[in-house]
Structures are given as structure tokens and as C-alpha cells.
């Protein structure tokens, strides 16, 4: 495996988790403007917009236009549970096997077709 490299707005989106995870952002808090952002991280406006577009992707962050953006708020799933924000690796393990089970289902759907299942393909 090759070395891996943050990009810019990885490090920016990781800084803004990091701040919800210590409870210095919390549910409903706006967040800076994406100009001070960039001035205080210096780095593009570009930058910025990409890392709250990942947050907001990820449904950490809303993005309400002309107003800003806000850390989303979290609403139990009838249970009491502590909420952590997943980390890159976490979503690179979860693509893996997300991988492994389709390849395995894709496997199972070949071996179990028949004539009807593949005039209908």
C-alpha cells in the first residue's frame, strides 16, 4: 500500500469533526464563514467549500444557503448511544467490505441463474 496524503479539505473537514468531537461545536452551532476559514487555516475558499461539501455529504454539517452552515443536530434512534463522528479509515473499511459482500452476492446471483434469468438480462 502506498503512502497516503491528506488533502487539503480532508484536513480542514478532519478539524471541524475534531472541534464537534471536544464539544467546541455543538448541535445547531453555526460554523465561521467559508472566508474566515480560509483566512484562519490559509487555504483557498475552494478548500473550504470542498470540506464542508464532504461534512455535509457525510450529514455532519447542514448547509442552508444565504445563512450558512450548521452542525447537525442528532436525534436518538429510540436508544441511548454516544455519537461519534467515523473517521476516513473507517469508511475506507467499510467500502472494503462492502466490496467483499457485493463480489460475494454477484458470485451467488451467477451460480444460482438460470436460462429464464439470463434471457431477461
Not at 503512502?3 to 480532508?10: A, D, G
Amino acid at each position: 500500500m502506498g503512502i497516503s496524503r491528506k488533502k487539503v479539505h480532508e484536513e480542514i473537514a478532519d478539524l471541524i469533526m475534531e472541534d464537534i468531537r471536544k464539544g467546541i461545536l455543538t448541535p445547531g452551532d453555526k460554523l465561521p464563514s467559508i472566508s474566515s476559514m480560509a483566512e484562519s487555516h490559509q487555504v483557498s475558499s475552494a478548500s473550504v467549500r470542498e470540506a464542508l461539501n464532504t461534512l455535509r455529504v457525510m450529514d455532519v454539517i447542514e448547509v442552508k444557503h444565504g445563512q450558512g452552515s450548521y452542525v447537525k443536530e442528532r436525534m436518538p434512534l429510540g436508544f441511548e448511544y454516544e455519537f461519534e463522528i467515523i473517521t476516513r479509515k473507517d469508511i475506507e473499511n467499510l467500502l472494503g467490505l462492502r466490496k467483499i459482500i457485493e463480489v460475494g452476492c454477484a458470485e451467488l446471483a451467477c451460480t444460482h441463474a438460470d436460462e429464464n434469468d439470463l434471457v431477461k438480462l
